[in-house]
């Protein structure tokens, strides 16, 4: 992960909130951060937490408007990517962070990826990999994703799964010290 290679102290808890998938994307990934944050405050009620920044977030891939999440199956993955082939998306990432002195802060990433036109060979070649399983939209850019995109404008680690430029800015002090 970025953080841990910046010198950042992490543990990642998953959460097992319920998220929103339907609406317009921002605040989709802004209600779900904001609850995945909360759901990790919640799971330290009974430990030492000064000093504990809590940050949640989540990301979706957006075509037209329509959310595109996890497929839950590999044709579900196939009509995914088939929608995107050849097509601009975007890319939403919400950023919650909680246990500041000043509250919660929050931001609302969003990155435009273009896909190459994909056809019935680079479809499979790529469902056959796997790695569509649990990624929003239906492929990881950080992976063999990378050969389906032709174009990112904005932050590519937005597409990852976390936009660090994003959370820098919301919390410069993970580099202090």
């Known amino acids: 992960m970025l953080l841990t290679q910046l010198g950042v102290e992490l543990d990642v808890r998953p959460s097992s909130v319920v998220e ?19 759901a990790g405050v919640a ?19 957006a075509l037209d408007g329509r959310i595109h999440g996890k497929p839950s199956s590999a044709a579900d993955a196939a009509e995914t990517l088939r929608a995107l082939s050849g097509r601009t998306h ?14 919660e802060r929050s931001h609302v990433e969003r990155t435009e990826v273009d896909f190459r036109a994909l056809d019935a060979h680079w479809l499979q070649w790529y469902i056959d990999s796997g790695e569509w399983r649990e990624r929003a939209g239906g492929y990881a850019i950080q992976g ?3 050969a389906l995109v032709r174009a990112v404008r904005g932050d590519w ?3 990852v799964g976390l936009p660090l430029g994003a959370l820098l800015e919301l919390l410069p002090e993970l580099l202090v010290g």
């Open 43 to 61: 799971t330290m009620a009974n430990t030492e937490t000064a000093g504990v920044v809590v940050i949640g977030v989540d990301t979706v891939v």
């Open 144 to 146: 063999r994703g990378a």
């Open 157 to 159: 680690t937005n597409v």
């Open 20 to 38: 929103v998938c339907e609406g317009e994307p921002g605040a989709v990934v802004l209600a779900n951060a904001r609850a995945k944050a909360a």
């Open 90 to 103: 975007e890319v939403f990432s919400g950023v919650v962070v909680l246990g500041c002195a000043e509250g």
